[in-house]
């Protein structure tokens, strides 16, 4: 093909001097298979190379050098055309399918709207019949039950018992059970309210809505995929795959039917999200069949009020209740699929505490956990398998996945601690704050995320110290993205080396925890990211330091596989949680993993009342102890005062000898408690409303100006930009630049990193302020800036240059260069400018700093 073609046929004109246009070149076949190998290899090859390749095929001897650089230069050229037309052509498949299911919902809700204008004027006719004919109370009475019959949603067949235990019965259900899905997913059977944020195009996960007014929970989405209706049922089928908080999926029975699809008979068990509530399980009817028009429909609903089979007894859970749910898988022309995922549950909410009952009654809580998972599950896989998403590493994105899901079930094992795994309760010490239990029978949970090799031979086991707190004011993400950044404000290094010695054959003696821990740098690397970021898979390594004999073990690095995920403050309902695991440094596809980390999972906000000293974070088991009448948060305050609330859940495994068990158990609630501590300190020092409500609020150690909005801030400022202009003559904000409020909000939103050292003769200068360029900067908050120092971020050159520099005119600036940030990413910057800022007595106050354009290397 490529023999045919001539330079006259490009359709881009070609430069002159790069061509004589009077020479008409028609390659062989021959001579374009040699170029197409050499452009397989190197689609850019240089002057050197491209000489060579006239040496080394004898072929190619009558071809000019330049009209082989033009050659290479149309093929990349055609190669981009193929490219940009095929994404072109995805794009345009993907918009189509998209506009076809915005029309069909545009029709759902025209029919929804045209349902309740009939029922708001029939209810409108039996008002004025019932008013014109009779008083009476009874009769009116039966109107509004007549009404409220005309509104009800969701009814439950219910259906005799010996019709239900034979396959004609269960048939019979399923079909109901089809139907009344379908009328959810397609029809006006429940009142969808669409998540703000959650709107339709190529790129975007697809449309989600939750209930509005029905009996249970209820959310619904529908999205394109790129994938097969069979790929995705059985995917979706495969539960523990994609929903976190699914424990087990047991069939029990498989029935064909004589349409040629299936029923099955399934028990599952789900996690409980906290400590302070039993698990779920569910016992449902699975039906899996195909339409008329080529569609496949997977719809499930509970046994358990239908009169159907019984269910496998159940001691540790509480039976929930799924209502008609499932998902419709719709072909599309040119491939790909049409989904739409409905998810409907009862989970008995009056079976758990009066203050957790926001967690089993939210539809957004369900969206999130189950509905929008399975959607970006889908899509995950849909763009791995198409080849859209490359990992580094040499990790196969399938190995990638289950290391998540193995830290996940850890987790939410060591929470959970079913009795049927081994795990048994210890006494306590006195104080409820916390719960340990024991599992010293290994052989009953080795499984996905243990490894026998953990467990010594003298005998041993698993320990786990556990304890649950409320939040207020305290935003999921914000806490959790903080407990990432800065480990060392509440982690103690000598803890995490004894939890990684279960790794190793010489375990290390057991330590007693330190309130202040070691220091210690971490390094985050990477290793992969779902499609929407909302979940990052990462190795971090620990810097080990040692400053007695005694701490040798301390040298050496530790590696942690971490899971986080829910750190978008966007994301409604999302639950946000931080999970690890030590590692060695092989760092194997079945390496064992004991997980242990933090969950804050958001209640939906609630009006209360909550007087000005109101603390922010509360043992939750305390709370639960008092009457229904006092957990609820009350004062003499003012009434009507809006909260955040949250929960947040903690668990830390440990491995143990027997002989050791005791000192083990002892360090554990020391340290677990010491980490509650310092949660509750982070809490309280990044509430957003701190500043903001009326609170007393004390000034973080190290910085009393770098609080926004303060007075002291906006003086801070004000010298900033004063000794910017009599240093270099310049205006740093404009010469426009107002005072007061608008020049601190000029400088805070400013593009370029602006931040502030202390200048003392005796120490290394520790920042103290920072816009909010420079935080992203440094990759930390406004909390925990007074930990880090220039030495860390400046290199030595760098450094020198600016003391020379600033030594002999209070000014220094430093050229394009690199430096570091806080979690030890590279950053670049075209130039870096130093100046001495001084009060209104001339006194010198701080250093400040400028990295003007800079990047993430």
């Given at each position: 093909m490529w023999g045919k073609m001539a330079f006259s046929m490009h359709k881009e004109p070609l430069n002159s001097k790069q061509i004589d246009s009077s020479k008409y070149v028609r390659y062989t076949p021959e001579q374009v298979e040699a170029l197409e190998r050499v452009y397989n290899e190197c689609p850019k090859p240089s002057s050197l190379r491209r000489q060579h390749l006239i040496r080394e095929c004898p072929i190619l001897s009558n071809i000019e050098p330049k009209q082989i650089k033009v050659w290479f230069q149309n093929r990349r050229c055609r190669e981009k055309q193929r490219n940009e037309a095929s994404r072109?052509?995805?794009?345009?498949?993907?918009?189509?399918?998209?506009?076809?299911?915005?029309?069909?919902?545009?029709?759902?809700?025209?029919?929804?709207?045209?349902?309740?204008?009939?029922?708001?004027?029939?209810?409108?006719?039996?008002?004025?019949?019932?008013?014109?004919?009779?008083?009476?109370?009874?009769?009116?009475?039966?109107?509004?039950?007549?009404?409220?019959?005309?509104?009800?949603?969701?009814?439950?067949?219910?259906?005799?018992?010996?019709?239900?235990?034979?396959?004609?019965?269960?048939?019979?259900?399923?079909?109901?059970?089809?139907?009344?899905?379908?009328?959810?997913?397609?029809?006006?059977?429940?009142?969808?309210?669409?998540?703000?944020?959650?709107?339709?195009?190529?790129?975007?996960?697809?449309?989600?809505?939750?209930?509005?007014?029905?009996?249970?929970?209820?959310?619904?989405?529908?999205?394109?995929?790129?994938?097969?209706p069979t790929m995705i049922a059985e995917i979706l089928k495969d539960r523990p795959s994609w929903f976190r908080d699914c424990r087990c999926v047991d069939v029990l029975s498989i029935i064909p039917t004589a349409n040629g699809g299936t029923i099955e008979l399934i028990y599952m068990q789900t996690y409980a999200p906290t400590t302070l509530a039993a698990a779920r399980d569910f016992w449902t009817l699975r039906y899996t069949t195909s339409l008329e028009d080529g569609s496949l429909v997977v719809c499930e609903r509970s046994l358990t009020s239908t009169g159907g089979p019984t269910g496998p007894p159940t001691s540790c859970f509480v039976r929930a209740e799924m209502l008609p749910s499932g998902f419709l898988i719709r072909p599309c022309e040119g491939g790909g699929s049409i989904i739409h995922i409905v998810d409907h549950v009862d989970l008995d909410v009056w079976s758990v505490p009066e203050v957790l009952r926001p967690l089993y009654e939210s539809s957004k809580i369900l969206a999130q956990k189950m509905t929008i998972a399975a959607l970006l599950h889908i899509r995950q896989i849909s763009q791995e398998t198409n080849g859209e998403i490359k990992y580094g590493g040499g990790r196969q994105p399938a190995v990638l996945r289950t290391f998540s899901q193995r830290l996940c079930r850890g987790f939410n094992d060591a929470v959970n601690g079913f009795v049927d795994d081994g795990w048994s309760l210890m006494g306590s010490d006195g104080v409820e704050d916390m719960t340990i239990m024991i599992n010293s029978s290994p052989g009953k949970f080795i499984g996905s995320q243990y490894n026998a090799s953990m467990f010594s031979s003298f005998g041993g086991g698993v320990l786990c110290a556990k304890a649950s707190m409320l939040l207020q004011n305290v935003p999921p993400a914000l806490l959790v993205r903080f407990l990432r950044e800065h480990r060392s404000e509440w982690a103690d290094y000598g803890v995490d080396t004894y939890s990684a010695a279960c790794l190793k054959p010489n375990p290390c003696a057991v330590p007693y925890a330190r309130t202040s821990g070691f220091p210690s740098s971490q390094v985050i690397l990477p290793l992969a990211q779902t499609v929407e970021h909302e979940e990052f898979l990462e190795v971090v390594r620990l810097e080990g330091h040692a400053f007695t004999p005694d701490d040798v073990a301390l040298t050496q690095d530790m590696y942690l596989l971490q899971l986080c995920s829910g750190i978008d403050e966007n994301a409604v309902g999302a639950c946000a949680q931080l999970i690890f695991a030590p590692i060695d440094e092989s760092f194997a596809d079945n390496a064992p993993l004991l997980p242990s980390g933090f969950r804050v999972i958001p209640l939906d906000p609630k009006t209360v009342m909550d007087g000005p000293g109101a603390t922010r974070t509360l043992d939750l088991a305390s709370a639960l102890e008092v009457g229904p009448g006092i957990n609820r948060l009350s004062s003499d305050g003012e009434p009507n005062n809006y909260n955040l609330r949250s929960v947040l859940t903690i668990a830390f495994h440990f491995t143990f000898e027997n002989h050791l068990r005791d000192d083990v158990v002892s360090m554990a609630r020391q340290y677990v408690r010491s980490v509650v501590g310092s949660v509750q300190r982070v809490a309280m020092a990044i509430a957003p409303s701190r500043v903001s409500s009326g609170l007393e609020t004390k000034p973080l150690p190290g910085y009393p100006e770098a609080l926004p909005g303060s007075p002291e801030a906006l003086t801070l400022v004000h010298w900033i930009c004063r000794s910017y202009r009599i240093h270099t003559g310049d205006e740093l904000l404009g010469a426009d630049s107002q005072a007061g409020d608008a020049l601190l909000k000029q400088l805070w939103h400013h593009t370029d990193a602006i931040m502030c050292c202390s200048l003392k003769s005796n120490a290394s200068p520790v920042f103290t302020f920072a816009n909010q360029a420079g935080l992203d900067m440094l990759e930390t908050t406004l909390v925990a800036l007074q930990d880090i120092m220039l030495d860390k971020i400046v290199d030595e050159a760098g450094r020198k240059i600016l003391c020379l520099e600033f030594m002999e005119q209070g000014f220094g600036h430093l050229p394009a260069g690199i430096c570091v940030s806080s979690m030890g990413r590279r950053v670049s910057y075209e130039q870096a400018i130093a100046w001495k800022v001084v009060d209104e007595d001339a006194t010198t106050h701080c250093l400040a700093l400028i990295f003007i354009n800079w990047s993430f290397v």
């Amino acid at each position: 093909m490529w023999g045919k073609m001539a330079f006259s046929m490009h359709k881009e004109p070609l430069n002159s001097k790069q061509i004589d246009s009077s020479k008409y070149v028609r390659y062989t076949p021959e001579q374009v298979e040699a170029l197409e190998r050499v452009y397989n290899e190197c689609p850019k090859p240089s002057s050197l190379r491209r000489q060579h390749l006239i040496r080394e095929c004898p072929i190619l001897s009558n071809i000019e050098p330049k009209q082989i650089k033009v050659w290479f230069q149309n093929r990349r050229c055609r190669e981009k055309q193929r490219n940009e037309a095929s994404r072109l052509q995805t794009v345009n498949r993907k918009l189509t399918a998209m506009n076809k299911l915005l029309m069909e919902e545009n029709d759902r809700l025209q029919k929804q709207v045209s349902h309740l204008v009939y029922e708001n004027g029939y209810m409108k006719q039996q008002l004025r019949t019932a008013s014109a004919t009779t008083t009476d109370n009874n009769s009116c009475e039966s109107v509004v039950v007549s009404g409220q019959q005309q509104q009800q949603q969701n009814p439950t067949p219910r259906h005799p018992q010996s019709d239900a235990n034979n396959p004609a019965g269960l048939h019979i259900i399923a079909e109901e059970t089809l139907a009344e899905f379908l009328s959810k997913a397609t029809g006006t059977a429940v009142d969808w309210d669409q998540i703000i944020g959650m709107k339709p195009g190529p790129d975007s996960i697809g449309i989600v809505a939750v209930s509005r007014n029905c009996s249970g929970i209820a959310a619904r989405a529908c999205g394109l995929v790129s994938l097969k209706p069979t790929m995705i049922a059985e995917i979706l089928k495969d539960r523990p795959s994609w929903f976190r908080d699914c424990r087990c999926v047991d069939v029990l029975s498989i029935i064909p039917t004589a349409n040629g699809g299936t029923i099955e008979l399934i028990y599952m068990q789900t996690y409980a999200p906290t400590t302070l509530a039993a698990a779920r399980d569910f016992w449902t009817l699975r039906y899996t069949t195909s339409l008329e028009d080529g569609s496949l429909v997977v719809c499930e609903r509970s046994l358990t009020s239908t009169g159907g089979p019984t269910g496998p007894p159940t001691s540790c859970f509480v039976r929930a209740e799924m209502l008609p749910s499932g998902f419709l898988i719709r072909p599309c022309e040119g491939g790909g699929s049409i989904i739409h995922i409905v998810d409907h549950v009862d989970l008995d909410v009056w079976s758990v505490p009066e203050v957790l009952r926001p967690l089993y009654e939210s539809s957004k809580i369900l969206a999130q956990k189950m509905t929008i998972a399975a959607l970006l599950h889908i899509r995950q896989i849909s763009q791995e398998t198409n080849g859209e998403i490359k990992y580094g590493g040499g990790r196969q994105p399938a190995v990638l996945r289950t290391f998540s899901q193995r830290l996940c079930r850890g987790f939410n094992d060591a929470v959970n601690g079913f009795v049927d795994d081994g795990w048994s309760l210890m006494g306590s010490d006195g104080v409820e704050d916390m719960t340990i239990m024991i599992n010293s029978s290994p052989g009953k949970f080795i499984g996905s995320q243990y490894n026998a090799s953990m467990f010594s031979s003298f005998g041993g086991g698993v320990l786990c110290a556990k304890a649950s707190m409320l939040l207020q004011n305290v935003p999921p993400a914000l806490l959790v993205r903080f407990l990432r950044e800065h480990r060392s404000e509440w982690a103690d290094y000598g803890v995490d080396t004894y939890s990684a010695a279960c790794l190793k054959p010489n375990p290390c003696a057991v330590p007693y925890a330190r309130t202040s821990g070691f220091p210690s740098s971490q390094v985050i690397l990477p290793l992969a990211q779902t499609v929407e970021h909302e979940e990052f898979l990462e190795v971090v390594r620990l810097e080990g330091h040692a400053f007695t004999p005694d701490d040798v073990a301390l040298t050496q690095d530790m590696y942690l596989l971490q899971l986080c995920s829910g750190i978008d403050e966007n994301a409604v309902g999302a639950c946000a949680q931080l999970i690890f695991a030590p590692i060695d440094e092989s760092f194997a596809d079945n390496a064992p993993l004991l997980p242990s980390g933090f969950r804050v999972i958001p209640l939906d906000p609630k009006t209360v009342m909550d007087g000005p000293g109101a603390t922010r974070t509360l043992d939750l088991a305390s709370a639960l102890e008092v009457g229904p009448g006092i957990n609820r948060l009350s004062s003499d305050g003012e009434p009507n005062n809006y909260n955040l609330r949250s929960v947040l859940t903690i668990a830390f495994h440990f491995t143990f000898e027997n002989h050791l068990r005791d000192d083990v158990v002892s360090m554990a609630r020391q340290y677990v408690r010491s980490v509650v501590g310092s949660v509750q300190r982070v809490a309280m020092a990044i509430a957003p409303s701190r500043v903001s409500s009326g609170l007393e609020t004390k000034p973080l150690p190290g910085y009393p100006e770098a609080l926004p909005g303060s007075p002291e801030a906006l003086t801070l400022v004000h010298w900033i930009c004063r000794s910017y202009r009599i240093h270099t003559g310049d205006e740093l904000l404009g010469a426009d630049s107002q005072a007061g409020d608008a020049l601190l909000k000029q400088l805070w939103h400013h593009t370029d990193a602006i931040m502030c050292c202390s200048l003392k003769s005796n120490a290394s200068p520790v920042f103290t302020f920072a816009n909010q360029a420079g935080l992203d900067m440094l990759e930390t908050t406004l909390v925990a800036l007074q930990d880090i120092m220039l030495d860390k971020i400046v290199d030595e050159a760098g450094r020198k240059i600016l003391c020379l520099e600033f030594m002999e005119q209070g000014f220094g600036h430093l050229p394009a260069g690199i430096c570091v940030s806080s979690m030890g990413r590279r950053v670049s910057y075209e130039q870096a400018i130093a100046w001495k800022v001084v009060d209104e007595d001339a006194t010198t106050h701080c250093l400040a700093l400028i990295f003007i354009n800079w990047s993430f290397v």
